[in-house]
């Protein structure tokens, strides 16, 4: 079973340009998650999708930060314009929601510097 | 803001010997994931224990949980120089959405 892939992998942008990243989660799998993860800490919830609607996105920065996952699978996450402490590892997840667990697959993540 | 919160931030044992994190959280949960992240790779998901369990076990892996006190430990036996890792607790919370809410993560180094 392939598992939840991302791109790009590493990404350096200079402050105030925009940037996206792409996930495309297990084969199946309705629930799709993005992440923020700074250096030192743990996963931080940016968004959540139910198939292609968003059931929470409460901690999403929706003055600078975007997402959409249109046709319930692949799914991007925008920032535009980016801050200096947008630099972080941006991790997507999903979940078989038919499944007892709770547990969640996570891709590589992609690592975002702003300088 | 962070639900869990691990102890010790950092530790660094012997290959063979055993490792023990803790994890401290808030709010009542539904169940309690650990996580573990090597470098360079997303996160992997370890084992899951209940909040009407006490303990569970799987391999080399033993988690332990005390609803009374918010606290769950995990213990790796015989550590592996390929256990050298990031480890992370994660709550879900009850009546939340399925979301896990992680901690800040205990860096295990196992020295060959």
């Known amino acids: 079973e392939a598992g939840v892939a991302q791109s790009p992998r590493y990404k350096i942008i200079e402050k105030r340009q925009s940037v996206a990243f792409w996930c495309n989660p297990i084969s199946g799998h309705a629930t799709l998650y993005w992440y923020q993860q700074i250096l030192g800490q743990g996963p931080k919830l940016l968004i959540q999708?139910?198939?292609?609607?968003?059931?929470?996105d409460s901690q999403l920065p929706k003055d600078r930060f975007s997402a959409e996952r249109l046709k319930g699978v692949d799914s991007t996450l925008k920032i535009q314009p980016a801050k200096l402490e947008d630099s972080a590892v941006y991790l997507c997840a999903s979940r078989d929601r038919s499944l007892p667990g709770y547990e969640q697959y996570f891709g590589p993540g992609t690592r975002l510097t702003v300088t | 803001s962070q639900q869990g919160e691990e102890d010790p931030q950092a530790l660094s044992i012997q290959e063979g010997e055993n490792a023990t994190m803790n994890c401290s959280y808030k709010?009542?949960?539904?169940?309690l994931q650990w996580y573990r992240q090597n470098s360079g790779r997303g996160l992997v998901h370890l084992i899951l224990?209940?909040?009407?369990?006490r303990e569970k076990h799987s391999g080399r892996l033993r988690v332990t949980l005390d609803t009374s006190k918010k606290s769950s430990s995990l213990l790796i036996t015989a550590s592996r120089a390929a256990d050298t890792a990031s480890y992370f607790c994660?709550?879900?919370?009850?009546?939340?959405?399925?979301?896990?809410?992680f901690g800040s993560g205990t860096q295990l180094t196992v020295l060959p």
């Open positions: 709010t009542s949960i539904n169940n």
């Open positions: 999708f139910q198939n292609n609607g968003v059931v929470d």
């Open positions: 224990i209940r909040s009407n369990e």
């Open positions: 994660a709550t879900v919370v009850s009546g939340s959405a399925r979301q896990l809410t």
